[in-house]
Every structure is written in structure tokens, then in C-alpha cells.
């Protein structure tokens, strides 16, 4: 890794940033161009969603149902429901890619829907053996419909999703459906790495970026480049589109790690110092640990005997924000703002391996920019 | 369904054959060409296993040690192990089909290896959910490793299937693959009619046939087609080897159903009256309680008083053996084996529709002899 973790006694050269605030940037790069982000991010989820509805209809009952649960269209009693979608960044990507070839957008939108049907297949499982109780704001379909259909029904989403590509029958379909595979399979690594985090004293930065890349980066990345894979798209095309994804999904994680800790409740939807309520070895808290000097070694003791701890979750206000002032003091903050902001700059020179019409470049540089200044 | 529970007061037309007794079968049909079931079943099983290892390989940590513990090959402290690796008919019938279109029977090892992989994703999730802690004599993944990892190494394995058929990169790796998935996509809804069921006070003999066509035909079918789909053969083939591998796959789960009930524990593994410890609605089961008369009657007064039994699982061989009995009395135990014999009939003749040598045909016809006069 180029770059390293705060050097011990390295002066702050941040402010007292509070709880809330918002994270640290880069300002937008496409002045030139304005591109609106939310057009752009609704245009995905109006693509997407009926495909993805009539592929979730095509499960047995009582799959459908749950699924259906799952993807907040209908609440636990079995009416129907306006869930958060969530901010669709990867059906957006995986539209706008198409593009890149000088197909249409809609060219993407099998892409789309097989993307976001492995990404709910590990929510689904993830969940579960994360034992998470809560997901977007409402109780996780094990708590609801009981293990054996988060299983069942996982299972079910990433069987869907080969079959949304491969229906196809085309020689593109075959290869977005192996990159979607290798990007499946990083995904599972992943998971198995944050498992056995869990259970160890300490994890490395390089660990943690490792992990991140295998959960975040390898999804964003097969989401930027599967439409441009349908399209038509060299192999290396769709790798740089990748190594664009790949990078920004880092971005987007170390922004979700700030959010993890000093996230306003009113917008993420999580508790306060939610990542140290739940012992995250995030990428502040690894940062702040690796970086030395008295502020990471005071930290490293607390979090200790945090582990040890019969009492933690009663833990007050005051102490969780006692850790997250050390993680801050030893720099874990400002060096995952930094690392945002780093993991921005390499996803978007990526692009410049790629020709596309200066608008689609536009429109990827403004999603790049949103990721790093979301606020949830 | 063409073919009708016994009616009521139908004359037992059987003996009273008991516990351990071959099942009653059609003769072999190829006596005019010897086929050596034995070599054709290691022919797979040597093709396809040195193949699996190495895709089983690929895991990460700790996944590979899980999915070797899976498959037999460490025991639970991870020493090398001997593990029963099944009877390896699905491996033996994907290298089989190659041969229908001239190609070696190597093309079809791929085909053998996603199949293999398929299925036993199916089995750790399935073990998972059924609460089952024993499989192939010896404790469930999720009984040691815990069930995270059942999920993730099932996960894993599925995954891995479509890597090792799209990784060919050709067009013919892309059909297999798409085949595969429908496969599973219906060993899910085999699963989920399952879980369906137990919860249920009865279940028709269709509905029976329909979850054991799910579970177990899909797959044999997959399996019965995959190495001539990757040899190059036409969609019209694949079909009708899929019919061959389907209507086996509903033979063999007949006889399975059959072995469940009356099998002899020296060679099935498993305990005596196994299916009926679980409370199993099998096709001889349902297949007596639809037939009516004073035996059905009867056996359906006692289900419903076991199903509302605290003391079910310290019944006596006796109890079990009386169930047992009324079974039989019922019809339900030739129903069975006229349903295995009757299955068996209709996937030798899907064999018709394909051209391919008289060898690579009687080769066929011997395992499906072998897997209705099985005794495990």
C-alpha cells in the first residue's frame, strides 16, 4: 500500500469536526459539465425496478413473498409497502456503462438487475450470520421469516441473477455472467474475511482495505462495467470500467466507515457511534490503532478491555464518544477522509484508459463525486 | 399423473417381503451388451474428482478446510480422510452424455465438476436448514464449523460452479451454465416445497412427485445432458437427456423413498425406518394414505396422533415396524416400487429421441438399471 496509515506525534492537521458534520472532500471535478445526479440515479432505479420486481415474481411462493419483504415492497403482514431502495449507485453505474459502447442504457439493465440480486443474495446471508437484526430500517428477513428462508431465499436471488444474464443467450451474456461470478466469489471472501476478523485481537490496515475491496469494491466495479460488457465492450475496456468501481467502492466504504462512527442518526438510519457499538474493526479505528504515539496506544487499551467487557452495550453516550475523540486524536478520522479521498482520485483517472462520449465520462466523475459527499 | 395411488381394496399383489429386502425391479435390459456399471461409475468418479480438488482449492481459508471436511477428504481435525464419496452417478452420467456427440468423455468432466458442486452447495445449505447433523456418517458442516459457515462455503460452492463452466469462455460452457442454473433454481423450489410440506397435515402423491422432481430430478437431468451440451449438442438432445436424467432422477428417489423405509441399515448408513423417524412424507407414505381402504384409514389416524406426540422419538422398533406394516397393507410400498419400475420404463425410452452409439446407449441404460436395483 502507497500510502500509510498517520505517522505517530503527526500534527492534526484537521479541525474539531462533530458528529454529523459532513465528510470531508473533494470538490465536485465536473464543473463543466453539470450532470444531475439524482436524474441519474433515478433513471437506474426507473429502469431496474420493474425488471427486478418481475424477475423477484418469478419465485415459488413463499420465496416471493419473502423476497418481496426483503426488498421493502411489502412489510411483514404482507401489505404493500414504499421501502428505501436504498440509494441505487449500482444500477445507476451499470445503465450508464452501457453507454460507454454507444448502446443504450437499457442495454444495461439486465446487468442492473443481476448486480443488485447477488447484492441482496449476501445482504440476505450476510445478515444472518452476522446476526444483524436491523436492515434498512426494518427487522432482517431471518428475524421475520426465520433462517431457513433467508437461506432459501438468498440462494434463490443468486440462482435469478445467472439466469437474468444467461436468458439472454448472447456470448456477452456469458461473459458479464463469469465477471459477475468472480465478483460473487470476492464478495463471499469477503465475508469470510470480516467472520474471522471478528474473532482476532488485531486487524492491519492492509487487511481491512483488503476485506473492504472484496465486500464494496469488487460489486461496484462489475456494476460499472456490466453494461459496457453487454454492449459489446473489450476485455479492456470493462477492466478499466472495473478498476474504476473497484476504487470507488473503497471510496465509498472508507465514507461509510466515517458514517459509521460519526454519522448523523437522522440520516443514516443507524445509531449513534454505530460501528463502535458493534466493535467494527472499521478502517478509523484500524487507522488510529496502527498509527502509534499516546492517543492510538490509550485507544488500543481502551478497546482491550471494551472486548473483554460483560457490560458494553450499556455503555454510555459519553463513552462511546470518548473512543471515537481517541480515534480521532490519533488520526484514524482524517486518514480514512484522506484515503476517500485518494481512492476517488485513482478511480477517476481510471477512466481516462476508456473513450466514451464526454456526457458519460461527466456522468461517471459526478457519481464518483456524490459517493464521497453522501451524508448517508 | 398417469398413474394412479392404488385404489382402495386393491388385492396386495406382493409378498410380505421385509426390512432389507432387494427392492423389487425391472431385470437389467442390456443383456446383450455387457456394460460394466462398476468402471463406468469410477470412470466418472476418477475423471471429475481430481478436478473438483483443485476447484475446491481455490477457496480461501477457511472455506477450503470447511468444503474438504464436506466432501470427505480431512476429518474434523483436518487429518487426510477416506471419506465416502457417494456412488458418484451424476459424475458418471455427465462424462456418459459427452460421448452422445462423439466428444471424448473429458469434454463432459466441467459439466461433472459444476454438477458436483451444485449439488453439495444444496446439501450444506439443506442440512443447515433441515436441523440434519449427521450426512454420510459423519457430523454435518454445520454441527462442526457452525452454521456461518455452512452458508458461506454453500455459497462458495455455487459460485464456484459457474466459474468453472464460463471460465471455458465458449459459447457451449455459456448453454451448460444456463442449464445448471435452472437445475438449481428448481432444487430450491424442491427445497422450499419441502420445508413446505412438513408443516402440513397431508400432502398429495402429486405434489410429492412434484417436490421429489424438484429435489432430485432437475439435477440428474442437468447432469444426464451437460457433457453433450459442452460436446456441442443441439438444444432437441439436451432435452431429451435431460428427460432420460428426470424421469431416473424420479426412479431413484422412488427407490430412495423405498430404502428410506425398508432398507438395511448395514447398507443405507442410517437408522432403521429412518424416513419414518422424521415423519417424512415419502411416496410411500402419501402414496398409502391417498389410497383409502381400512389400512389407510388406520395408518392416517396414527400420522395424525404421532404428529401431535411428545413421546415420538422414544418409540420402539415394534411401533415403527407396525407403521411400517400398515404401509404396506395400504399399498404404499408398491405404489413405490411400480412408480421406481414405471419412471425407470420412461427415461429408458426419452433415449429414443437421440442418435449416438449402441455403446454410449447401453452405457445409459446400465445405470439406470444400477439405480433402481441399488440397495444404498
Chains 1, 2 share one sequence.
Not at 336 to 347: K, S, V
Request: with cysteine.
Amino acid at each position: 500500500m502507497a500510502h500509510h496509515p498517520p505517522a505517530a506525534g503527526r500534527p492534526r492537521t484537521f479541525g474539531t469536526a462533530t458528529r454529523g458534520e459532513t465528510v470531508p472532500t473533494v470538490p465536485p471535478a465536473s464543473t463543466e459539465t453539470a450532470v444531475d445526479v439524482t436524474a441519474l440515479l433515478e433513471r437506474g432505479r426507473n429502469l431496474a425496478t420493474p425488471v427486478l420486481r418481475a424477475a423477484v415474481d418469478r419465485l415459488a411462493p413463499p420465496m416471493d413473498t419473502v423476497a418481496a419483504y426483503h426488498f421493502g415492497w411489502i412489510d411483514a403482514a404482507g401489505n404493500p409497502a414504499d421501502g428505501d431502495g436504498g440509494k441505487a449507485v449500482r444500477p445507476a453505474l451499470a445503465v450508464l456503462s452501457a453507454e460507454v459502447t454507444g448502446a443504450a442504457p437499457e442495454t444495461g439493465v439486465p446487468g442492473a438487475v443481476a448486480v443488485e440480486l447477488v447484492h441482496n443474495f449476501s445482504l440476505l446471508h450476510d445478515d444472518l450470520m452476522d446476526g444483524d437484526e436491523q436492515r434498512r430500517h426494518r427487522d432482517t428477513v431471518w428475524k421475520v421469516h426465520g433462517p431457513a428462508q433467508a437461506i432459501l431465499v438468498g440462494d434463490a436471488l443468486f440462482a435469478l441473477a445467472n439466469e437474468v444474464l444467461l436468458e439472454l443467450g448472447t456470448v456477452e451474456a456469458g461473459r458479464a455472467t463469469r465477471r459477475l461470478t468472480c465478483a460473487t466469489r470476492a464478495l463471499i471472501d469477503g465475508q469470510a474475511q470480516d467472520i474471522s476478523y471478528e474473532h482476532r485481537e488485531s486487524v492491519s490496515v492492509e487487511e481491512c482495505l483488503e476485506m473492504e475491496g472484496n465486500k464494496t469494491g469488487a460489486l461496484l466495479a462489475c456494476a460499472s462495467s456490466i453494461g459496457a460488457v453487454l454492449g459489446g465492450a473489450d476485455d479492456a475496456t470493462a477492466d478499466a470500467l472495473e478498476r474504476y468501481g473497484y476504487h470507488l467502492g473503497l471510496a465509498f466504504q472508507a465514507v461509510d466507515d466515517l458514517l459509521g462512527i460519526w454519522g448523523d442518526p437522522d440520516a443514516t438510519g443507524k445509531q449513534t457511534w454505530s460501528d463502535l457499538r458493534q466493535r467494527k474493526k472499521s478502517l478509523p479505528v484500524v487507522a488510529a490503532l496502527a498509527a502509534g504515539g499516546p492517543a492510538s496506544e490509550r485507544l488500543g487499551e481502551i478497546l482491550a478491555a471494551d472486548a473483554k467487557s460483560s457490560d458494553f452495550e450499556n455503555f454510555s453516550e459519553e463513552e462511546f464518544a470518548a473512543r471515537a475523540a481517541l480515534i480521532e486524536e490519533a488520526g484514524g478520522r482524517e486518514w480514512t477522509a484522506e484515503e476517500a479521498r485518494r481512492q476517488h482520485t485513482i478511480a477517476i483517472s481510471a477512466l481516462d484508459a476508456v473513450g466514451m462520449p464526454d456526457r458519460v465520462r461527466a456522468a461517471f466523475t459526478a457519481l464518483a463525486d456524490f459517493v464521497v459527499v453522501r451524508k448517508r
